[in-house]
């Protein structure tokens, strides 16, 4: 099992900037993929960034590229977003997940961005 602690989120107006934190604790060895997720209110779930736990490939969505930067801190087990330039559309509950044999199969609970206009 993998347990994983989002924080960071909060209100920023439209330009600003935040960062998300996730750390990750339990069977954390398991875990090759760390990636950010995002959920608007009445939308699906939407990819927003991935990075391999080693090796250090990221991979981003085309509306936050550019935009946002992940990176992970190995020696403190946690991944982090990096989001410049909010824009009201960026408006979501972003969640953290790890994959485990490229299947993402743990999630945090959540944190809450709001970008005002």
């Known amino acids: 099992q993998v347990q994983l602690v989002e924080s960071g989120g909060g209100l920023v107006q439209a330009g600003g900037s935040l960062r998300l934190s996730c750390a990750a604790s339990?069977?954390?060895?398991?875990?090759?993929?760390m990636g950010w997720f995002r959920q608007a209110p009445g939308s699906e779930l939407e990819f927003v960034s991935a990075?391999?736990?080693?090796?250090?490939?990221?991979i981003y969505a085309d509306s936050v590229k550019g935009r946002f930067t992940i990176s992970r801190d190995n020696a403190k087990n946690t991944v982090y977003l990096q989001m410049t330039s909010l824009k009201p559309e960026d408006t979501a509950v972003y969640y953290c997940?790890?994959?485990?044999?490229?299947?993402?199969?743990?999630w945090g609970q959540g944190t809450q961005v709001t970008v005002s206009s």
């Open positions: 339990g069977r954390t060895s398991s875990r090759d993929t």
């Open positions: 997940a790890a994959a485990v044999d490229l299947s993402y199969k743990y």
């Open positions: 990075t391999t736990w080693t090796g250090g490939s990221t």
